[in-house]
């Protein structure tokens, strides 16, 4: 009985083991209603504690549905203008994702021996049914509202592939995926260098968005000793818009750290029409009155602010020593395995550039949008640009790092070798015995000539004290 209580009835076991479609249609209602509950919980919170609200609580409602369509991306409308929104606040995005990853990744490893399919789409299906309500509520008149057709475009294919993602995800280590270099001449192959370009390209990935993060915290802090905290005088309105402004604020601050990492590359972002926001020099005109738009640097050159094109370089290190390491023939549990010729070094570290220029690309247009029409229809990084300076950042440190971490992991006594001692090594008189590589020869030369000038050292000390070396 404890276990008949227990147990929801929905999750009672089906032919061959899985679940009745519904189930998994609820799932997918459940999860959206999780993620609306995020969104509408604050909303309706801020909406009580204001004294002076100009609306009832269906404008709040339609406001919070319209916010959880803008965090998938959906484009939705500002005012009786009309004025578009698509700035994605990127947190409320990436919660959505997770969770449709998750219920995706939980739906398909419960389906047991039935159709594999069947779950995820269900599941999707009722994702996209309170997305229908939605888009359907908010499409009235408010501060915000939706554009129906649009929006649930863009929620369903969201949807759609976070939960295919997740799906995949089950059987990911029964897929035998096709390598990515079998297609190129054996010399330019770098053998079972998938995985290994792909940690490296989410290492240079970490790197920047880590480098996007100091940038920001770093100007936060100028703001606040230097600029006499622009940012913090633009929270004096209330308790309930000091809430709400740090409510959006947070839910904006990765699109900010994206912003930063793009200022790091070098293309900078746009705060407008014209504007232009980069180590190089800041061109701003009228932004509006939020606290990460305070934190922008002055107008004029760059001066000092060109210091922060180090830190993509930094960003490339550990990809040229995960793909030199990798090169050299150690992989972790795949070790020993045979070394890479430097084409395919280079050729893999390529790949890992490219793999994180797209990335750059595909980030730094979903951090930007728009705001208002004409001149705020334009905010953030420019795609291209910014895949394209992340992609050669990485390709200028990650193939001549790689090549460099190859040379020494497998020069002598690097991959695990016996090394002899390099006067027996040497030949007659120190020189180097016949068969060894440069770098061995390298080496015993650099040996001999220490030797040399500790002994001349030793009889430049013994003449100055007067005393006469012996031959």
Same mark, same amino acid.
């Given at each position: 009985?404890?276990?008949?209580?227990?147990? /929801?009835?929905?999750?009672?076991?089906? *032919?061959?083991?899985?679940?009745?479609?519904?189930?998994?249609?609820?799932?997918?209602?459940?999860?959206?209603?999780?993620?609306? @509950?995020?969104?509408?919980? /604050? +909303?309706?919170? &801020?909406?009580?504690? %204001?004294?002076?609200?100009?609306?009832?609580?269906?404008?709040?409602?339609? &406001?919070?549905?319209?916010?959880?369509?803008?965090?998938?991306?959906?484009?939705?409308?500002?005012?009786?203008?009309?004025?578009?929104?698509?700035?994605?606040?990127?947190?409320?995005?990436?919660?959505? +994702?997770?969770?449709?990853?998750?219920?995706?990744?939980?739906?398909?490893?419960?389906?047991? &021996?039935?159709?594999?399919?069947?779950?995820?789409?269900?599941?999707?299906?009722?994702?996209?049914?309170?997305?229908?309500?939605?888009?359907?509520?908010?499409?009235?008149?408010?501060?915000?509202? $939706?554009?129906?057709?649009?929006?649930?475009?863009?929620?369903?294919? &969201?949807?759609?592939?976070?939960?295919?993602?997740?799906?995949?995800?089950?059987?990911? $280590?029964?897929?035998?995926?096709?390598?990515?270099?079998?297609?190129?001449?054996?010399?330019?192959?770098? %053998? #079972?260098?998938? $995985?290994?370009?792909?940690?490296?390209?989410?290492?240079?990935?970490?790197?920047?968005?880590? @480098?996007?993060?100091?940038?920001?915290?770093?100007?936060?802090?100028?703001?606040?000793?230097?600029?006499?905290?622009?940012?913090?005088?633009?929270?004096?309105?209330?308790?309930?818009?000091?809430?709400?402004?740090?409510?959006?604020?947070?839910?904006?601050?990765?699109? =900010?750290?994206?912003?930063?990492?793009?200022? =790091?590359?070098?293309?900078?972002? *746009?705060?407008?029409?014209?504007?232009?926001?980069?180590?190089?020099?800041?061109?701003?005109?009228?932004?509006?009155?939020?606290?990460?738009?305070?934190?922008?640097?002055?107008?004029?050159?760059?001066?000092?602010?060109?210091?922060?094109?180090?830190?993509?370089?930094?960003?490339?290190?550990?990809?040229?020593?995960?793909?030199?390491?990798?090169?050299?023939?150690?992989?972790?549990?795949?070790?020993? @395995? *045979? /070394?890479?010729?430097?084409?395919?070094?280079? %050729?893999?570290?390529?790949?890992?550039?490219?793999?994180?220029?797209?990335?750059?690309?595909?980030?730094?247009?979903?951090?930007?949008? @728009?705001?208002?029409?004409?001149?705020?229809?334009?905010?953030?990084?420019?795609?291209?640009? %910014? #895949?394209?300076?992340?992609?050669?950042?990485?390709?200028?440190?990650?193939?001549?790092?790689?090549?460099?971490?190859?040379?020494?992991?497998?020069?002598?006594?690097?991959?695990?070798?016996?090394? *002899?001692?390099?006067?027996?090594?040497?030949?007659?008189?120190?020189?180097?015995?016949? #068969?060894?590589?440069?770098?061995?020869?390298?080496?015993?030369?650099?040996?001999?000539?220490?030797? !040399?000038?500790?002994?001349?050292?030793?009889?430049?000390?013994? !003449?100055? $004290?007067?005393? !006469?070396?012996?031959?």
């Amino acid at each position: 009985m404890t276990q008949l209580m227990g147990r /929801p009835l929905l999750e009672v076991s089906g *032919e061959l083991g899985g679940r009745p479609v519904l189930a998994d249609l609820l799932a997918g209602v459940r999860t959206a209603l999780v993620g609306l @509950a995020v969104v509408g919980v /604050p +909303v309706l919170g &801020l909406w009580v504690a %204001t004294p002076y609200a100009d609306s009832d609580a269906a404008g709040a409602t339609r &406001l919070a549905g319209a916010l959880w369509l803008l965090g998938h991306g959906a484009p939705v409308l500002r005012g009786a203008a009309d004025a578009p929104l698509t700035v994605t606040p990127l947190l409320l995005g990436a919660l959505a +994702v997770l969770r449709l990853y998750r219920a995706g990744a939980g739906v398909a490893a419960r389906r047991g &021996l039935r159709s594999r399919w069947g779950g995820p789409l269900a599941l999707w299906a009722g994702y996209c049914a309170v997305a229908v309500a939605v888009a359907l509520h908010c499409a009235g008149a408010g501060l915000f509202h $939706s554009r129906v057709l649009p929006d649930l475009l863009v929620v369903g294919l &969201l949807a759609a592939l976070a939960t295919a993602a997740g799906v995949r995800s089950v059987g990911a $280590s029964v897929i035998d995926a096709e390598p990515l270099f079998d297609r190129l001449p054996p010399g330019w192959r770098p %053998t #079972g260098g998938t $995985s290994v370009v792909g940690r490296a390209a989410g290492a240079a990935a970490a790197g920047l968005v880590a @480098a996007g993060g100091v940038l920001v915290a770093v100007a936060a802090v100028l703001d606040a000793v230097v600029g006499g905290g622009r940012g913090t005088a633009l929270l004096g309105g209330g308790p309930a818009a000091l809430v709400g402004l740090l409510l959006v604020t947070v839910a904006l601050l990765p699109n =900010a750290v994206l912003w930063g990492a793009a200022y =790091a590359l070098g293309p900078g972002f *746009e705060v407008g029409a014209g504007s232009l926001v980069s180590p190089g020099g800041t061109r701003l005109g009228p932004v509006p009155d939020f606290p990460l738009f305070a934190l922008l640097p002055q107008e004029g050159p760059g001066g000092w602010r060109l210091a922060a094109l180090l830190l993509p370089l930094l960003a490339g290190l550990v990809p040229a020593v995960l793909l030199g390491r990798a090169a050299a023939g150690r992989r972790g549990a795949a070790g020993g @395995a *045979e /070394p890479w010729p430097p084409a395919a070094t280079a %050729t893999a570290a390529l790949a890992a550039a490219l793999l994180v220029g797209a990335g750059a690309a595909v980030l730094g247009w979903l951090s930007g949008g @728009a705001v208002a029409a004409e001149r705020m229809a334009r905010l953030g990084p420019v795609p291209w640009w %910014t #895949g394209l300076a992340a992609a050669g950042w990485l390709a200028l440190v990650a193939v001549p790092g790689a090549l460099l971490v190859r040379y020494r992991v497998l020069g002598p006594g690097a991959a695990g070798d016996p090394v *002899e001692d390099p006067s027996e090594a040497a030949g007659p008189a120190g020189a180097p015995a016949a #068969g060894q590589g440069a770098y061995a020869r390298l080496a015993i030369r650099a040996h001999r000539s220490a030797l !040399r000038l500790r002994a001349g050292a030793y009889v430049l000390v013994l !003449r100055l $004290s007067g005393r !006469r070396p012996a031959d």
